[in-house]
């Protein structure tokens, strides 16, 4: 089969790479979609030592699944982390963290970016008939959006403030909006800025932000200056979610967290089924990030232009 | 009367200051302890620009109180932020982070290390008979001690780590310890080592850290390398409360926050009254923690003393 393979931070087309084979508790899945996101980029960037097939965003269509034949022709998205079930993490109910932990395209399993990819049976989540492919790639970027109300209860009456809108500022734009709060999202380029006038969210330039203002802010610029905007905004006893990593040490001002005892909280994967619950009611619209659509043949020229400024979504599709 | 007077960053005992006079909601009050804590140290070197009596914890009388006579002769302690009622925060009920405050001996309000304070009678608690001075002069640190569980909820289960055995360490220690929680704390001095040791409380060598481990991490050395500790010990999905302030910007990992999905808890003052009640019942001994008496003409010797390593409480007595 074909793969988009990285080796030494090297990413280049193989048109020829061994398929998977997979085990009994598997599935062997043909991808129909699949997404370039920021961390795809920053593994290319040496981020994180991987080889392999990149990619963990993506819709499949199931072609073998040796215990559960059932399964063969429906369509499929799948949870990226792949879980020992025996550690600590694991036990403690805490899969995501597991100790042992392998994850799709990004750690000792080859991702999405190929004819095909293997996952384990129970990672995998059906895709509703009325979701649709270009919808549906988005589930994994979704869920990851949606950890942010699984970890903090919004109030329909908060103010909150999200300081980023690239591909992942605006998939939680569209799940904040959900809640009924009085949202502001910071958005510098135009292209961002009309994104959210069409779904009726506000934006505002940085400018704009008010101080110790916003009940709760969501940080996903991952930069130093984004991290001190939030900690500025932020109103005492306030909360900023941190949703996106930082390159290396930043420099903070962390006394500011204790005299106004602000609640600062990681966040990172999220759960499949309330995405895909919310994709199916029609009540989010991640396709309206899509650019551009590459065979994965053109999968170079599609890593290119995910790197403009202002390039959204773009999508290999094998 | 006589005060330790700051002006400048520079402490001076002065033994004419003009006594504070009390408006109708307020009371005048006679010093009867004061301790000397970390954040004076600070403002004696510095840190925040203060110019008057400095000293906030204390244990007082009330000798004058023109709209609540009944108060004479009572003995009392006080609430340190005197907030305006007015602004969002108060009207929010968030009165500690008033955006008028003035804070007693820290901002704007001349502090306890004198013969004499006033403060406002909804500032004020009554000590109860069985807690001695020696006991209720600790109330305000014990209430900022307290601010943890006010904050997050310990579970009886937990494993807690708390970085840092010094003054306000001490006592986080010994609530902590009241919550049945699984506690370790980090001391590196023999003397502070004995204190844990005489109230059955673990102490364990950094050393000894367990990394990504703990529930909940305390960290109460105001040090990067206690916050870079705290984050490699609290477990995925743990939390770390910051307990105290940083001197300027420091270096930290955030994405560690990020990819384990840490809560950070930033955490001030606490209130006074359930302090006092643990106090009532003889649940907490912070007189053990009492190292030296000294007359406030003798103030600069207490100060030089309290910045003795291994030094504990340094008590002031008009």
Redesign the interface.
């Known amino acids: 089969m074909q793969a988009l393979w990285l080796e030494n931070g090297q990413l280049s087309y193989r048109s020829v790479v061994e398929s998977p084979t997979c085990q009994a508790d598997e599935a062997l899945i043909r991808v129909l979609l699949a997404g370039i996101c920021a961390t795809d980029l920053q593994l290319t960037q040496g981020y994180y030592p991987f080889t392999g097939i990149l990619g963990h965003e993506f819709v499949g269509e199931v072609v073998h699944a040796p215990s559960k034949p059932a399964l063969v022709g429906q369509r499929v998205v799948g949870e990226i982390n792949i879980s020992c079930g025996d550690c600590v ?1 694991c036990l403690a109910l ?1 899969p995501t ?1 597991c100790s042992n932990r392998r994850v799709l395209g990004i750690k000792q399993h080859h991702g999405a970016f190929a004819d095909y990819l293997r996952l384990p049976l129970s990672n995998l989540y059906l895709v509703p008939d009325n979701v649709s492919n270009e919808q549906a790639v988005f589930t994994e970027p979704l869920a990851a959006a949606l ?1 942010i109300q699984q ?1 903090y209860a919004i109030k329909p009456t908060d103010t909150v403030l999200l300081i980023g809108a690239g591909r992942l500022g605006q998939l939680i734009a569209q799940t904040l909006a959900l809640t009924g709060c009085q949202l502001q999202v910071v958005a510098r380029y135009p292209k961002q800025q009309a994104l959210l006038e069409q779904q009726t969210i506000q934006w505002i330039a940085e400018t704009d932000i008010q101080a110790q203002h916003y009940d709760l802010v969501v940080e996903a610029t991952g930069s130093a200056s984004g ?1 001190q905007a939030a900690v500025n905004a932020v ?3 306030g909360t900023i979610i ?5 390159k ?21 994967c999220g759960a499949f089924a309330p995405a895909l619950r919310l994709l199916a009611q029609q009540k989010l619209h991640p396709e309206l990030l899509i650019d551009e659509r590459y065979s994965l043949a053109q999968g170079l020229e599609a890593f290119a232009s995910t790197q403009q400024k202002g390039v959204m979504k773009v999508l290999l599709e094998p």
Request: charged residues 20%.
């Open positions: 993490h805490r963290h950890e970890q991290f109103r005492p006893q941190l949703k996106s990593t930082y290396g040490d930043i420099q903070a001002n962390l006394s500011q967290l204790v005299v106004n005892e602000i609640q600062l909280l990681g966040s990172r």
